[in-house]
């Protein structure tokens, strides 16, 4: 059930309606039985990982809880909670591993051996990446004693199966999304309507500006040899599309969690406005961004094996590099992770091996750089080195997005070549639209792409520096509300893509 169907709409409506008509005790069952009724709609099967998922994570909680508890020796407890914990993570990480990298692996060893063995043909259970992630958070949160384990199974499912985020995200903590989605929630006419415009503005980051862009992605990417000369539009649009579709979804997944008066966690915060990739990490996909900080940064950088790292890296470079080494070996490692999980193949591995080392060498470098601004009397608070510094945040971003988009390595990096030697703006016009292509159609399309855009970006920059936009709608009158309502409602069809291109959210597929 796409996120941008009518039945799905029709759906959330019917499940806020009855959320707020139901006595109030029973809201968190009304929730959990239309979150299992929309990830049913997906198919049977799927829904059998999900309950595995749920039902070994929820158990390994309770023991981790009941051994704590009734363990007196130190060391015992220690060894048993962590047996408990590594069965638990092989399982679900294990089950997550076979059915979304065993066909990568065989591709792998095919090509280094020569061998010929054929591609599985593998179930993927809709959302697996994400719920597979929040699950675990939660296990490890129990184990650390930073969470109580949940004692009702049928709540706890309710945590990992919440119909609005389970297919894209964003992964949430127990912490801070298992009270809400348990108490009672009284209908807030106020927060029904911020939450209704922000579902309205994701659909328009998504229907008007990244399902457009998407037409200039496919084209350019898949045939990189015909439009060879447009490798910088190929990657500027693909930037536009992902980051219009992703946070676009995200809105669309807050505002419908904010009708049942659930607020969840932030996911983008502006991302094209950082001045390095770390920041830029800081600011987009947030969640994903925070749980690979909590749960492999800082378990790595504190292992004993790091630790004598640490020691042996001071003694032969020195004590200042000797403590950065580490951290950079870290955050390789992270990145490493997280090209992993964006999909199963080489081309997402380089991808975030490209991250993580140009954060480990913006970390060694740092001290130079320090004196080097000093040396040159460049302040960060100067206007003129702030936009720089976006602008080369903005390209370095913009390279890793070949890696993301292109086929494979060998493509993005014969795009990136093409960018540079063969940049003809002209083939522009040529780009097939559908069953129509020319100067006319092309466009028409650009100038939506680009309206759009400059909309996102006003929005954006008045976010940037602090205006509350939340409390400028609150204040409007009335009628000027509902001009806003039905202006972005009748935008979505009107400026829609209409080429039949366009799909669900990207991030749907994980």
Not at 293 to 319: E, N, R, T
Not at 395 to 420: C, E, H, P, Q
Not at 463 to 477: A, I, M, N, S, V
């Amino acid at each position: 059930m796409s996120l941008i169907s009518m039945k799905f709409l029709l759906f959330v409506i019917v499940a806020a309606v009855g959320y707020y008509w139901i006595p109030k005790k029973y809201q968190w069952i009304w929730l959990l039985l239309f979150s299992y009724i929309y990830y049913v709609s997906g198919g049977l099967k799927v829904t059998c990982f999900l309950a595995f998922t749920t039902i070994t994570t929820w158990f390994a909680g309770m023991r981790l809880e009941v051994i704590t508890q009734a363990e007196q020796d130190k060391t015992k407890r220690k060894r048993r909670k962590k047996q408990i914990l590594v069965l638990t993570l092989l399982l679900n990480f294990g089950v997550l591993a076979v059915l979304k990298y065993t066909n990568f692996a065989i591709t792998t060893y095919n090509l280094i051996s020569g061998a010929s063995y054929r591609e599985l043909s593998l179930l993927l259970p809709l959302g697996i990446s994400f719920y597979t992630f929040q699950s675990m958070g939660y296990l490890l949160d129990v184990y650390w004693d930073r969470t109580k384990a949940e004692h009702n199974l049928f709540r706890f499912a309710l945590f990992v199966s919440f119909f609005p985020q389970i297919l894209q995200g964003p992964i949430g903590r127990f912490s801070r999304l298992g009270e809400q989605l348990y108490a009672s929630h009284r209908f807030d006419l106020q927060k029904a309507e911020r939450s209704l415009l922000r579902i309205l503005w994701g659909y328009f980051k998504k229907m008007v500006i990244a399902d457009n862009a998407v037409i200039f992605v496919n084209a350019i990417f898949g045939e990189p040899e015909r439009y060879s000369g447009l490798g910088i539009i190929a990657v500027l649009a693909y930037s536009i599309q992902l980051y219009c579709d992703f946070s676009g979804g995200m809105d669309v997944v807050i505002g419908i969690a904010g009708l049942f008066g659930i607020q969840m966690d932030e996911n983008f915060k502006r991302p094209y406005f950082a001045i390095s990739i770390t920041d830029f990490w800081h600011r987009w996909h947030i969640t994903l961004g925070t749980w690979m900080k909590d749960y492999v940064f800082y378990p790595v950088s504190l292992s004993g094996w790091m630790k004598h790292f640490s020691k042996f890296a001071k003694k032969v470079f020195g004590k200042q590099t000797g403590r950065t080494l580490p951290i950079c070996l870290a955050n390789l490692i992270v990145f490493l992770v997280v090209g992993i999980w964006h999909g199963a193949a080489w081309k997402f591995i380089v991808y975030g091996l490209y991250n993580g080392m140009i954060i480990a060498f913006s970390g060694l470098m740092a001290p130079r750089y320090r004196k080097w601004k000093q040396a040159l009397h460049i302040s960060d608070n100067n206007p003129g080195f702030h936009l720089f510094q976006i602008l080369r945040t903005f390209v370095l971003v913009n390279i890793s997005w070949f890696f993301d988009r292109a086929d494979d390595v060998g493509t993005a990096l014969r795009m990136m070549k093409y960018a540079v030697t063969r940049f003809d703006l002209s083939q522009l016009l040529t780009v097939q639209i559908g069953e129509a292509s020319g100067t006319a159609y092309t466009l028409i399309f650009l100038i939506v792409i680009v309206a759009g855009c400059l909309v996102v970006f006003l929005i954006s920059l008045l976010q940037e520096h602090g205006r509350d936009l939340d409390g400028f709608y609150d204040r409007q009158h009335w009628l000027v509300k509902c001009m806003l309502f039905a202006g972005l409602f009748l935008l979505l069809p009107a400026l829609g893509q209409p080429s039949g291109e366009a799909g669900g959210f990207i991030y749907a597929q994980f």
